[in-house]
């Protein structure tokens, strides 16, 4: 049974958090977890997915709307994870009433993003060795 919620980082969640971000972020891509877990997690709203209880996809957002830290486990990629946890970030933001979403996409990722109603702006820059691009999407 796969379960989407929308959590705080803390006693309850932050293990699981950290289980799907170090297995994606630090141990797939290499980044260093210092970069990862840059201090914004405790004031950022989070969505934690889990599969029969165990944490398999996450993404945040901070309360300046900036969304990032997407992250699926490898074997449950493909299923379309990353879009609703995307879309539920981008609903807390229509609830909060925010005006805009905005995210640094990996370049294999513009399309994902793109259709999910991001338009790229600005140019690329590099951030942990990773070259993104800013993306956003209004809201009304």
């Known amino acids: 049974m796969i379960s989407l ?73 493909g299923q379309g994870l990353g879009a609703r946890v995307m879309l539920s970030l981008v609903e807390e933001a229509q609830n909060r009433g925010y005006k805009r979403v905005y995210l640094g996409a990996q370049k294999y990722a513009v399309g994902f993003y793109s259709g999910l109603g991001f338009v790229p702006y600005g140019e690329e820059y590099i951030e942990a060795g990773i070259v993104p691009i800013s993306m956003q999407r209004m809201l009304n």
């Open 5 to 77: 919620n929308t959590v705080a980082f803390d006693a309850v969640n932050e293990a699981g958090i950290r289980h799907v971000r170090i297995g994606v972020f630090v141990e797939e891509q290499g980044v260093d977890s210092a970069i990862d877990f840059d201090g914004l997690d405790a004031n950022a709203i989070h969505v934690l997915v889990t599969s029969d209880n165990k944490p398999i996809a996450t993404g945040r957002m901070l309360e300046d709307g900036h969304i990032g830290r997407i992250a699926v486990l490898k074997s449950f990629r």
